[in-house]
Nanobody, 124 residues
């Protein structure tokens, strides 16, 4: 069992930055691929980024490439999402998730555990 708790969301102006954190419980954190998804009102949950167990491989959806960076610290059981050059269309609830399978990292159904989400609002 893995419990995930996100933090770091908030209100920021367009062009600003935020860093989200996701703290995981349990001693098996390093076994999991970690992902970030987001869901805007009235829209489906969408993939943002993922990182493999060692941090050697990262994956990004096209709309955030060059602006967002995912990283992890296995010693701290934490995954981070650094978000720069934020845009109003980045406004959403951001969720972190953990997956043992790494076959389809962009699909929500690949993930075994989810956090409760943190709100990110970008004003224009």
């Amino acid at each position: 069992q893995v419990q995930l708790v996100e933090s770091g969301g908030g209100l920021v102006q367009a062009g600003g930055s935020l860093r989200l954190s996701c703290a995981a419980s349990g001693r098996t954190f390093s076994r999991y691929t970690m992902g970030w998804f987001r869901q805007a009102p009235g829209k489906e949950r969408e993939f943002v980024t993922a990182i493999n167990w060692s941090g050697s491989s990262t994956y990004y959806t096209n709309s955030v490439k060059g602006r967002f960076t995912i990283s992890r610290d296995n010693a701290k059981n934490t995954v981070y999402l650094q978000m720069n050059s934020l845009k109003p269309e980045d406004t959403a609830v951001y969720y972190c998730a953990a997956a043992l399978s790494t076959t389809y990292v962009s699909k929500p159904e690949s993930y075994d555990y989810w956090g409760q989400g943190t709100q990110v609002t970008v004003s224009s």
